[in-house]
């Protein structure tokens, strides 16, 4: 697996760890709140949003030899709080047609947390196969358990890691025309599946939703167990800490000492690089989306009696209420740069406002307004 993809899981596998101020006794550290949760069954059977089990399915376009290993990290709670220690189990590499006449199983008992790892396969039409990975809590507890009590013989935090060899991986929210049937039969249960490779050879069961391919900010010095916050505020709250909170932090929890002290030695020109980055591409660069010969979509629409083509004016005449600045486009006139019809055969406007000063500077990073052809007026 590669450096970057490890550092992905190792970063979500803390997210939610700790919180500002990272305090033992501050309110918000005091009950845990993680993602990706697999319960122990007596307290998860009783109600649908709570989950025994991770389970995630997924397609891959598979050669012959084709293999999958799987890798299940999570954290097990250890303290009174937050604190947990990582865990792992691991699946060997095996070929898709072994998987597919015997799934392969790893137990596993962790001071008492018990469950295993499970990884299958189903042979499909077309050189596809179906690849089923999942981790269930079998740890026996008593009825009646307050959900502080359960996470103690839960499974917090838990992502399952993919990877194929001869093959590759579907994206679940972008499937190509060859996968799609495929993968709309793939329903992933208390889990959120993205592609997390750049040759789409691993999916990321992960605990929160993400894109395909999502990645670390390069000017990132190191996770702050609030991975999705804004680590420059994080990092400046650290040094703002008094001298007794700081000393709280270093006795209480190795990591959250370790996430101090690498906050405290940062440089001015460390925190000045976390200020803020703009990445301009040039639009004629975009690759088209699969299937399609060119990205702005089609080439013209009708609108009442009149068609429409891209490069055309159009006077807005947005539904009242929709937005609450509408009434500030009301009547002003735009250019038609993106013409799109949706899975409902919707058709959708992309414009730009012609009196806009930035109208070109839209145009370049590709932020358009869209309008239904309903809330347009063609300019003859």
Do not use: W
Request: glycine share 6%; charged share 25%; hydrophobic share 40%.
């Amino acid at each position: 697996m590669s450096t970057d993809v490890e550092e992905l899981v190792q970063t979500l596998l803390f997210e939610g760890y700790a919180l500002y101020p990272y305090t033992p006794g501050a309110t918000k550290n005091a009950t845990p709140t993680p993602f990706g949760i697999v319960y122990p069954p007596v307290y998860a059977a009783p109600t649908p949003t709570t989950f025994d089990e991770i389970r995630m399915p997924c397609i891959a376009e598979a050669g012959d030899a084709a293999t999958a290993a799987l890798s299940v990290r999570f954290l097990q709670a250890s303290g009174v709080r937050h604190e947990a220690v990582a865990r792992r189990v691991d699946l060997p590499a095996t070929t898709l047609r072994d998987l597919a006449g015997r799934p392969v199983v790893e137990s596993f008992d962790h001071d008492g947390l018990r469950g295993h790892v499970q990884c299958s396969a189903e042979l499909l039409p077309g050189g596809l196969a179906r690849v089923t990975a999942s981790v269930h809590n079998t740890t026996p507890v008593e009825a009646g358990l307050t959900r502080a009590q359960a996470l103690e013989s839960s499974l917090l935090s838990t992502h399952l890691v993919l990877q194929v060899r001869d093959a590759r991986l579907a994206s679940p929210s972008a499937p190509s025309e060859h996968t799609a049937g495929a993968v709309m039969t793939c329903v992933a249960v208390n889990t959120f599946p993205v592609l997390a490779a750049d040759d789409d050879s691993v999916m990321l069961g992960a605990a929160i939703i993400l894109p395909d391919h999502p990645q670390i900010a390069p000017e990132s010095k190191g996770s702050l167990f609030d991975s999705t916050e804004i680590e420059e505020a994080l990092r400046l709250h650290l040094l703002a800490l008094s001298d007794g909170e700081r000393d709280e932090l270093r006795d209480h929890d190795p990591a959250l000492r370790e996430m101090l002290e690498r906050a405290i030695a940062a440089a001015p020109d460390d925190l000045a690089s976390l200020h803020g980055r703009v990445t301009v591409s040039d639009p004629g660069m975009l690759r088209p989306p699969s299937g399609h010969d060119d990205a702005r979509g089609e080439e013209q629409a009708r609108i009442g009696d009149a068609i429409v083509r891209r490069g055309d004016h159009v006077r807005l005449r947005p539904e009242v209420g929709r937005h609450a600045q509408d009434h500030l486009l009301t009547g002003r006139t735009a250019t038609v740069e993106r013409i799109y019809v949706d899975y409902d055969d919707r058709v959708h406007l992309c414009v730009t406002v012609d009196d806009d000063p930035g109208q070109q500077l839209m145009r370049d990073i590709g932020r358009y307004l869209y309008f239904k052809t309903n809330e347009v007026e063609a300019v003859l």
